[in-house]
């Protein structure tokens, strides 16, 4: 069974590749890239006027289940992720019971097979995420997972921080943190600084994600092991990433939409759907990722898609969950705020989504490479749409960008040969 998709322009920032080709799948994997291809019986899917990138690699969801189904569920998770074009995702460990072991791996990749979306789901890095005693990597890695993290809840005790990085070197497995000390952010809602203060809060400080982040290279470089910082928010924490870079550290780094897009003040006008960990900080500290993604700082564009319900969601402030969906928007919101706005190239930001985290992760995956998987996104990169909510596939609503006009609408999500999501 081939398909054929004809007359796209065709980006595969891992070959360098620019042009007007065509695509031929057989049995789900890529077989020809060429101009003017003819494949006699091939199902053909016109991409005239469309972009075909690799399937998006998202390093950073929530998917909720076990344990949280009210919120999201694999299933729906997934939806929304072929629906924002995105192939294949790192689901976060932060379920009940939390992803710590062989066995609730395996449980989330069989809910997730049916829905052709390649779900890998991280694994804790200690037991039910209490920060007490390390896992069993080496039964982890056999199940599948391609890193380990505590994402959400980071780990305070150093000593057990060096034994995990030093054991995750040995097995060459990255460890994704979430950066910010626990005792100095406490459960606070919001940036420390001129919002907090004029809502009379307490505020989650940038030094709390900056000192984290110095402590984990600082880590990074004496053991030798691969640390990954998770969202990163603030302009000193991608001065910090940038240096130890430059000095061989391996350290790799990532951002989400709302850190180059949206600021503090968001909160005032948005309430809880503004309120995400790290929180929103300053324009200051936007201009900072977006240089920091202009000049390679920053290595990968995630969502940190975390679902909550309408009724958390209600909450004041104060006690309402922390994060907000992203799957759907991901794309529109990095071509609006970084291509269309003459920042990055197209290419760069689809490598950003794409064959930067799956280089980073060691996978297979994010590259339109001959002999590979047939992960595939067709995307009208210029159309303008407004974002909607209430037409989400998730079940999370929690997004402060309802309403907005953004750029660039996913068409077709193309998993393994498989299309697994066409628009309308
Ligand atoms: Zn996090």
Redesign the pocket.
């Known amino acids: 069974m081939h398909l054929l998709i004809k007359g796209g322009r065709v980006i595969d920032p891992a070959y360098g590749v620019d042009e007007c080709l065509d695509i031929c799948i057989e049995n789900g994997i890529i077989k020809q890239l060429g101009r003017d291809l003819d494949i006699p019986g091939a199902q053909i899917l016109d991409a005239s006027g469309l972009t075909a990138a690799p399937g998006l690699v998202d390093m950073?969801v929530h998917l909720r289940e076990p344990g949280f189904e009210a919120k999201e569920t694999v299933s729906t998770g997934c939806a929304a992720a072929a629906k924002g074009g995105v192939t294949t995702l790192v689901a976060?460990p932060n379920t009940r019971p939390a992803a710590d072991g062989p066995d609730i791996i395996r449980l989330v990749r069989e809910k997730a097979a049916p829905t052709g979306v390649n779900v890998l789901p991280a694994g804790a890095v200690t037991a039910g995420q209490k920060g007490q005693a390390l896992t069993d990597f080496t039964a982890l890695k056999a199940a599948g997972v391609p890193a380990l993290t505590d994402?959400?809840v980071?780990i305070q005790n150093l000593a057990l921080l060096r034994q995990a990085l030093l054991q995750a070197r040995a097995l060459g497995l990255p460890l994704l943190d979430?950066c910010e000390d626990r005792d100095m952010v406490q459960n606070y809602a919001v940036n420390e600084g001129t919002v907090s203060e004029q809502l009379g809060l307490p505020g989650r400080p940038a030094i709390a994600e900056e000192l984290q982040i110095m402590r984990d290279v600082m880590l990074a470089e004496e053991t030798g092991a691969h640390v990954h910082i998770?969202?990163i928010s603030t302009g000193k924490g991608v001065d910090i990433v940038r240096q130890a870079k430059a000095r061989g550290v391996h350290v790799t780094c990532e951002t989400c939409p709302q850190y180059f897009t949206l600021t503090q003040d968001e909160v005032l006008s948005q309430g809880t759907m503004a309120r995400v960990?790290?929180p929103l900080r300053t324009q200051v500290d936007v201009e900072a990722i977006r240089t920091g993604l202009i000049d390679g700082t920053i290595d990968a564009i995630v969502t940190?898609h975390?679902p909550h319900t309408a009724e958390e969601k209600a909450k004041p402030l104060p006690d309402a969950p922390s994060g907000m969906v992203g799957l759907e928007t991901s794309l529109a919101l990095a071509l609006t705020g970084l291509y269309h706005s003459g920042l990055l190239p197209l290419g760069r930001v689809i490598s950003l989504m794409s064959a930067s985290p799956a280089a980073l992760l060691r996978l297979d995956k994010g590259t339109l490479g001959t002999g590979r998987d047939a992960d595939i996104v067709l995307f009208d990169p210029d159309a303008e749409w407004v974002v909607d909510k209430n037409q989400f596939v998730s079940k999370g609503r929690n997004t402060p960008f309802h309403g907005r006009t953004v750029r660039g609408k996913v068409k077709y999500t193309i998993s393994q040969g498989n299309i697994i999501y066409q628009e309308g």
């Open positions: 950073h976060m994402d959400g980071p979430h998770c969202h960990n790290p940190d975390a």
